[in-house]
């Protein structure tokens, strides 16, 4: 019900962004949620909507910024000045209640998940 797209390999300074697609049920008034995880990491909250408001890692907090756009059932995450630190598997999440959790046992729906890999 989430597809996760739009990673890939980047050079360090580089940008990504990647897509979040929702089918199957409207999460036009869920909690969206960015997460990843590294390998041998726990998964780690990067950036939250919730309705207007966004919420994010202080990794993250200037580089990143996360959108919606109900119309197409999308949330994005746009990733400027990546970093090698940020290489991990990506994933979008939501929650049916409607205030932020940084947690991902807090989240009930999961995509896929998708490759970042950034260079130095």
């Known amino acids: 019900q989430l597809q996760a797209s739009g990673g890939g390999l980047v050079q360090a300074g580089g940008s990504l962004r990647l897509s979040c697609a929702a089918s199957?049920?409207?999460?036009?008034?869920?909690?969206m949620g960015w997460f990843r995880q590294a390998p041998g990491k726990e998964r780690e909250f990067v950036a939250a909507?919730?309705?207007?408001?966004?919420y994010y890692a202080d990794s993250v907090k200037g580089r990143f910024t996360m959108s919606r756009d109900n119309a197409k059932s999308t949330v994005y995450l746009q990733m400027n000045s990546l970093k090698p630190e940020d290489t991990a598997v990506y994933y979008c999440?939501?929650?049916?209640?409607?205030?932020?959790?940084?947690?991902?046992?807090?989240?009930?729906?999961w995509g896929q998940g998708t490759q970042v890999t950034v260079s130095s």
């Open positions: 999440a939501a929650r049916s209640r409607t205030w932020y959790s940084g947690s991902y046992r807090d989240y009930d729906y």
């Open positions: 199957g049920r409207s999460f036009s008034a869920y909690t």
């Open positions: 909507l919730v309705g207007l408001s966004a």
